[in-house]
């Protein structure tokens, strides 16, 4: 079998060019400060050779890649797919590409997968929200620049984008409440901040309201955890299910429905996030909306400013919007 060609390297090409290997890095980085016939002698060089530079080792011999990193739980849900659209978007109009790191839901994967994915690139955007504060503040401190993404934390520093999804439960069941609604059953989502926050959204809730009872069942993140939750929605005789997210809400519709229960005649149904077809879900569905695409936007922003070393703007908190559907009415009968 035939050999294949040897690479030029930039040893070829100093040798060729009679000077060393440095002066040629330094011509190809665009760095030479001596006489430019000696750097037209390396171009000239170069260019007989066939002499192709290794970008990535340029690169990271520069300080930077010209990409940052996009760290999630789960890429394969629609929220996280907008949000790096926006991001991919935002940082391609100045020349970066984002790599994408998905931990499937593995928390404790998180911290190696994110020095990993920040060791080939400029920066990172971490959207961890199950992540504990141990490893978030460890994270912070050593992957930097780094642009916080769907949490808050009082321990890290870096510029943090989020929503207030303990509000917007809050704002859910206020919704269920003024239908008529009194039994309400929440699908929980994986341990973590998020899961904690509206958790306490619903406590807010009902902490004045007696005549109110919520149960809480076990769940997760996607559509398959909705559907498992199903038989316990069932069994908590509530007349409205709110659950962790619509992927859930999906799943959990489509169970409902198996089964022979209308959604929202027999048990009205909500999510939370808003994917792009939650409202063409039959019905569709009601849900709090996050503006997805706007965080990716944003968070590129502030990655800009952190990698041109410029102080980056405010954190925001971004409050959801109700989107009232077909998935909600009120009970079937009076409480």
């Known amino acids: 079998m035939a050999k294949r060609p040897r690479a030029t390297t930039i040893s070829d090409v100093a040798t060729h060019a009679g000077v060393s290997p440095a002066t040629v890095s330094r011509v190809m980085n665009g760095n030479f400060l001596g006489e430019p016939a000696i750097a037209e002698r390396v171009r000239e060089s170069a ?17 930077r890649t010209k990409a940052i990193a996009f760290l999630v739980p789960d890429l394969a849900n629609p929220a996280f797919q907008t949000v790096l ?10 020349g970066y590409r984002v790599l994408v790191a998905d931990s499937a839901e593995s928390p404790d994967d998180e911290p190696v997968l994110a020095a990993e994915v920040r060791s080939r690139c ?4 971490l959207c961890a929200p199950r992540m504990s504060e141990d490893d978030l503040e460890r994270a912070a401190a050593t992957l930097g620049p780094v642009v916080l ?17 303990r509000a917007g439960f809050e704002l859910i069941a206020q919704h269920l409440y003024s239908l008529g609604h009194r039994r309400l059953v929440y699908v929980a ?3 973590g901040v998020a899961n904690a926050n509206r958790v306490k959204g619903l406590g807010d809730f009902a902490e004045d309201l007696a005549d109110v009872t919520i149960t809480h069942v076990p769940g997760g993140a996607g559509s398959e955890d909705g559907l498992a939750a199903v038989e316990a929605v069932i069994r908590s005789g509530a007349t409205a299910a709110l659950a962790f997210n ?32 939650a409202r063409f879900l039959s019905p569709s569905l009601t849900t709090a909306s996050v503006p ?23 954190n925001v908190v971004f409050q959801p919007r109700l989107e009232t559907r077909r998935s909600t009415a009120a009970p079937p009968a009076a409480e």
């Open 246 to 277: 619509d992927l859930v809400a999906v799943g959990l519709v489509h169970g409902l429905v198996e089964r022979g229960i209308h959604v929202p005649d027999d048990i009205s149904v909500t999510g939370f996030d808003d994917i792009p077809f």
């Open 85 to 94: 659209a926006g991001l991919s978007k935002a940082a391609a109009a100045d």
């Open 47 to 63: 260019r007989q050779l066939d002499y192709s530079p290794n970008h990535l080792a340029r690169s990271f011999a520069l300080g």
């Open 189 to 191: 989502g994986p341990e």
């Open 149 to 165: 993404m769907n949490r808050s934390s009082p321990r890290v520093s870096a510029p943090t984008l989020s929503v207030d999804s």
């Open 122 to 125: 400029d920066a990172i955007v």
């Open 292 to 314: 997805h695409d706007v965080l990716g936007t944003l968070a590129w922003s502030r990655m800009q400013s952190l990698i041109s070393g410029a102080a980056p703007e405010h």
